[in-house]
């Protein structure tokens, strides 16, 4: 079944300590992404990729670090969690091509509870 | 600054009943537009796409319209049924700025027996 597969579902940490919320596809999606979603302000991107070892800033990237080592993983990291960076994270990917973005698969959310 | 928003947080429609839903935006750049359905934990999930030079894209119940000259977008749900019920947003998409995709804040769609 094609999927993008996020975990953990559910997170709640400490200020300060560093945490890693995977991403993994199975698609052989070119194009990964990750989102927050916040009441009143939609989704936002974090940071996207366009392939392997190509990654890029979002509108919101402060406080956040990717990595993009394989085709299929994305993990999003957040060296030192802020009680600011509580919030709903999906991570997306598509295929690249005349329609990249088009069709973005979404995973099914980490809920992340910073104290 | 470029936009992407909705006319209403929650639509409340009938089972059976057409619904509505309205989204500005206010970049003329944009390339094409996506209806994406969130449901109750779940991640969004990809309805119906528009290229800007079209006003009109039909799909399974649902139908899109697209204004250029208001830069007004909508998404029409034909005889909404109980598994409509979800949260929609509208995206718009520009290529030239790297295919960017902003997202609008979201309409929520309560389907009522």
């Known amino acids: 079944e094609a999927q993008v597969t996020q975990n953990p579902r559910y997170l709640i940490t400490v200020t300060g300590k560093k945490l890693t919320v995977t991403c993994s596809q199975n698609?052989?999606?070119?194009?990964m992404s990750w989102y927050r979603q916040d009441p009143g302000l939609g989704l936002r991107q974090i940071y996207y990729s366009m392939n392997v070892e190509a990654t890029d800033k979002g509108d919101v990237p402060e406080g956040y670090k990717v990595s993009r080592k394989e085709k299929r993983n994305f993990p999003l990291i957040l060296e030192s969690p802020s009680p600011n960076q509580t919030s709903l994270y999906f991570c997306a990917s598509s295929s690249l091509g005349q329609a990249a973005n088009e069709k973005l698969f979404f995973g099914s959310g980490t809920q992340l509870s910073v104290l | 600054g470029e936009s992407v928003g909705l006319h209403l947080p929650t639509l409340s429609v009938q089972e059976g009943d057409n619904s509505i839903i309205n989204c500005a935006y206010s970049n003329s750049a944009s390339d094409y537009f996506i209806w994406y359905k969130q449901e109750s934990g779940k991640g969004p999930q990809f309805i119906i796409d528009?290229?800007?030079?079209?006003d009109k894209r039909q799909g399974q119940r649902v139908t899109v319209l697209l204004n250029k000259t208001v830069k007004h977008l909508s998404l029409q749900i034909a005889a909404t049924q109980p598994g409509d019920s979800a949260v929609y947003f509208c995206a718009e998409v520009i290529k030239a700025a790297g295919n960017k995709l902003t997202f609008g804040g979201g309409t929520r769609v309560l389907v009522k027996p």
């Open positions: 698609m052989n999606h070119e194009y």
């Open positions: 528009i290229r800007s030079n079209m």
